[in-house]
């Protein structure tokens, strides 16, 4: 439960969105300091509650939606270039990265 501007607002567990949108609103319609703002709705990083504001005004609740990280595509490597890679590790642990790269490629791994 949080208190919304004297409303009290059921927010699931977890459901960061909501909470962000509600601190979003909550910052804007109070004036209330952002450092304010962003220990209520627990945040410990006023940058966070300026970045959260940016992207609501830029993309509406659609950018308070959390968005993949990490790699946007699948891996290309493949279960063969992996056994490669570490056969030549365990004959040859002085070989660098660069070296272990260039015998593959040599192998016709891209």
């Known amino acids: 439960m949080v208190d919304f501007l004297g409303t009290p607002v059921r927010v699931r567990r977890g459901d960061r969105v909501t909470l962000d949108l509600l601190m979003v609103l909550e910052g804007r319609a109070t004036g209330a300091s952002p450092a304010a703002v962003c220990r209520k709705y627990g945040y410990r990083s006023v940058r966070s509650y300026h970045r959260k504001r940016s992207l ?18 699948p891996s290309r490597r493949t279960r063969s270039a992996e056994r490669r890679v570490v056969a030549l590790r365990v004959r040859r642990p002085d070989l660098s990265a660069a070296a272990i790269a260039e015998r593959l490629r040599a192998a016709g791994f891209s």
């Open 56 to 73: 609501f005004d830029r993309c509406g609740t659609a950018g308070l939606v959390p968005r993949r990280t990490g790699p946007k595509q």
